[in-house]
């Protein structure tokens, strides 16, 4: 896994990224609010063929304004938080869609799986374990930030909870996800910045 780490910092493009991706999450939602056909059929479906292009999909695709207005407000602070670390937002939230949605697609419940959450269980979880692992005071202040904010969401969400409609096995999948791409990228960067001082 390459470095997820910036050599160099642009807020101003971070930020421009982040609006951009909150727009295509809420253009999506507009049009499958309007069109005669559903577009969350195209979710993650664990362990079938279908289901595989859910794996990048599933986090524009949201079922109710509630669900994507509650996904869209943690995302919209969460990637806020990643901008102002050494971390870049793109390859991160890239990683942790990528990991977390095949996790799903090989573990998950048998359901159509839509929502950001397993995303923003994933950029929590990595925050908070990348600010740990870095031992750098701005990274262990956001990751702070983010364990007080969404710690018992976090603890919480990751519950199994059968007969719902939570996808509690998504959360925990996005968590998971989270932590390996915070120990992979910091890993990576260590061993990087002892190969260059040789």
Same mark, same amino acid.
């Given at each position: ?66 669900? @994507? $207005? ?9 990637? #806020?938080? %990643?901008? =102002?670390?050494? /971390? +870049? ?68 969400? @990751? $519950? ?9 096995? #998504?959360? %925990?999948? =996005?968590?998971? /996800? +989270? ?20």
């Amino acid at each position: 896994m390459s470095s997820v780490f910036r050599s160099r910092h642009d807020l101003r493009s971070e930020f421009y990224s982040i609006g951009i991706f909150m727009l295509v999450i809420w253009l999506v939602f507009i049009v499958d609010s309007v069109i005669p056909a559903t577009l969350t059929d195209w979710g993650l479906r664990p362990r079938t063929l279908v289901g595989l292009i859910g794996i990048p999909l599933m986090p524009l695709l949201h079922d109710g304004f509630t669900h @994507v $207005l509650g996904n869209t407000l943690s995302l919209a602070i969460l990637l #806020g938080l %990643l901008a =102002g670390s050494r /971390a +870049g937002g793109g390859a991160v939230t890239c990683w942790i869609v990528i990991i977390s949605g095949s996790l799903l697609w090989v573990f998950g419940r048998a359901a159509t799986h839509v929502g950001a959450s397993g995303l923003v269980f994933g950029l929590s979880a990595f925050l908070i374990v990348s600010g740990i692992l870095e031992k750098r005071l701005i990274p262990l202040t956001i990751s702070i930030v983010v364990a007080v904010m969404y710690g018992g969401t976090l603890l919480s969400g @990751v $519950l199994p909870r059968w007969g719902g409609e939570v996808s509690w096995d #998504g959360h %925990l999948c =996005g968590a998971v /996800a +989270g932590v390996v791409v915070a120990y992979g990228s910091t890993t990576y960067a260590r061993s990087e910045r002892a190969f260059f001082r040789r």
